[in-house]
Structure formats: C-alpha cells, structure tokens
C-alpha cells in the first residue's frame, strides 16, 4: 500500500497519522478521508516554500511549492502522510488548487521576479479542466505565466499518453513552463522526453544522494545531465544535502540545485526574508 509505505519512509519533522487501536487500514484510510474533507473546508492547507539555487552563485533562482497540512492537533503533516489519499479520495483536486492560487499569490508579491514550480497530480489533469484553472488563477493573482512552471512525474503521462499530450501543449500555450518531476524512477521511458514539450527535467534525489556511494549513480546523473542539455531542457538536481554532492552535481554540468545543504522547504514569511535580505535592510536603514 503506497500511503502506509510512504509513512514509513517519512523523514524528520513529520507527524505520523497512526494512532493505537486504529489497527485496521481501511478503517485508518477512511477516518484519514474524513478529515481531509473537513480540512479542505476549514482551509488547512498551505505551501511551504523550497529555494532552487544557481550552484556557481548561491543565489535563489527558483521555489517549489510543497503543501503542508497544519493539523489542529498533529501540527504539521507531510505530503508523504496524505497525497497517496487524497488522490485515492479525489481531495487533491480541491488541494491543489489551494496551493496554486496561494503559489502563485505568494511568487507575484516577491521583490524578485523569480518562478513558482507547483507539483501537479494526475489526478487533477484527469478530472479537472486544468489549462482553465491555471489560467483563470493567473488572471486572479496577476502573476505573468512565464514564472509559473507545473511539475509532473512520469506516472501522469502514463494513463493516457494522447490526453497528456494535448494537456500539457495547451498548458504551454498559456506561456507557462513544464517541468519532468522525479526523472529517472518509477514509470521512467525516455520516449516521455519525445514530443511532450517538457521545459525542465528534475534529477530525482535518490540519485543525488548516492553520488558519493555508488559509480553507477555519477554515471546515471552525467547521463541525464548530458540528455538534458541535447534536447536544450534545463536541468534541477533536487535532494542535494552535502557540498561533495553540490560540487558533484556542478562537475557534471549542472547549475542548478535544490535540498537541505541550502534550506529545507519553509513557510512564506521565511522565504521572504530569505530571499530579500537586502530589502530588510534597505528598510532597516529608511
Ligand atoms: P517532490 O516534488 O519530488 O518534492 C521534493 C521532496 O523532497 C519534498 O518532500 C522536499 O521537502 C524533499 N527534499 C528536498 N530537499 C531534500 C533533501 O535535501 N533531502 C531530503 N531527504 N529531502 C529533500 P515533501 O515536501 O515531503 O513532498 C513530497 C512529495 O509530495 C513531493 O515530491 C511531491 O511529489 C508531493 N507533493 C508535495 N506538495 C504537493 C502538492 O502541492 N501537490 C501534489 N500533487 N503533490 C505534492
Ligand atoms: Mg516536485
Ligand atoms: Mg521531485
Ligand atoms: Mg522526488
């Protein structure tokens, strides 16, 4: 099961939604259903912000938007607790376009005219009119669609390679970008990157982190870095966490990067003043 499965892995900092006696999984599944309704309805939702750094330069070329459910009594839940769910459930319709309209809100009330990538579910490009509500959101909180990019994972283009296809060059069309989430694992085929149109792929964590373990990783992460740059796509090293994988990930060609090494995702405020300093000081001196 990919929600239990998911919860084992949960890293630090994440409440776990087992409670005692609530051994039966379908009965933990549906209670988990219920509140995530009343959550959507009391506005629980919100994203927390993860910087994408230029390596070379250490500036904040970029954030994603990572949801984070601020539980009234577990405090904050990880997507890992509850995605799974709420795509299950078909919450994550209502969920996602929480983050968006809040992503994009946020990103147009930054000093520095920097993109917002939001990840995207399948479940919401299947059921929803998607290309409508991106650009109705765009319209709504004034942010020019170039700063706005949608990352989606292979399993997206899994169910119906036409629809996506269609979906996503309408996406484009609005003059947003697209990102490839989690390149490299679960669904993966090259023949994804053929005539979908992606702006960006998105080097999964798994293979970072094990840079300093295995050949075989380096060899996997030169390749996609050198793919990328054949078929003219950006390419993001997310998961770096350590300077030997940062300077890594740069020797190979890449310049940009996201993980803890540089910050952790945090709420909108912190980002803020994380990526405006100078403005804090600049209104310190006023
Ligand atoms: P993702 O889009 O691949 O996001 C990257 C995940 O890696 C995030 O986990 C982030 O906090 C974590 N991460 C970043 N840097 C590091 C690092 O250096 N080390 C480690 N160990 N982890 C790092 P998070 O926030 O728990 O999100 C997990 C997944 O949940 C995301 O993976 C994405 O697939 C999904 N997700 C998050 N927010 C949303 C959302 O608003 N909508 C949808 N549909 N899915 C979301
Ligand atoms: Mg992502
Ligand atoms: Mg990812
Ligand atoms: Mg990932």
């Known amino acids: 099961d990919l929600a239990l499965n998911r919860s084992k892995s949960a890293g630090k900092g994440t409440v776990m939604l087992y409670e005692p006696g609530m051994e039966d999984e379908i009965v933990r599944r549906r209670a988990l259903e219920i509140e995530l309704g009343q959550a959507v309805a009391n506005k629980e939702f919100e994203p927390f912000y ?65 993109q917002v990538s939001v990840n995207l579910s399948m479940v919401q490009l299947m059921r929803v009119d998607v290309p409508a509500m991106v650009a109705d959101i765009l319209a709504r909180t004034a942010l020019a669609p170039e700063r706005l990019k949608l990352e989606i994972t292979e399993s997206v283009m899994m169910c119906d390679e036409a629809r996506s296809r269609d979906l996503i060059s309408r996406l484009r069309e609005l003059g947003i970008w697209i ?67 940062a300077n890594m990930i740069m020797a190979c060609g890449c310049t940009r990067g996201q993980g803890y090494l540089f910050s952790e995702p945090v709420p909108f405020p912190a980002l803020k003043a994380l990526i405006e300093p100078s403005m804090v000081e600049a209104a310190r001196v006023a």
């Open 179 to 245: 990102s490839l989430d989690d390149f490299g694992t679960g669904y993966s085929s090259l023949s994804y990157l053929r005539g979908f149109g992606f702006d960006e792929i998105k080097i999964d964590r798994s293979f970072v982190s094990a840079l300093d373990q295995d050949p075989e990783s380096l060899a996997i992460v030169q390749t996609i870095i050198a793919l990328g740059r054949r078929l003219g796509l950006r390419v993001v090293a997310e998961g770096i966490e350590t300077e030997f994988q």
């Open 50 to 114: 993860q910087p994408i750094i230029d390596l070379p330069t250490g500036s904040v070329v970029g954030i994603e938007a990572l949801v984070r459910w601020r539980h009234p009594r577990r405090g904050l839940v990880s997507p890992s607790e509850f995605i799974a769910v709420a795509e299950s459930s078909g919450h994550i319709v209502e969920i996602g376009q929480i983050v968006l309209e809040k992503a994009c809100l946020d990103a147009s009330a930054l000093a520095k005219p920097i």
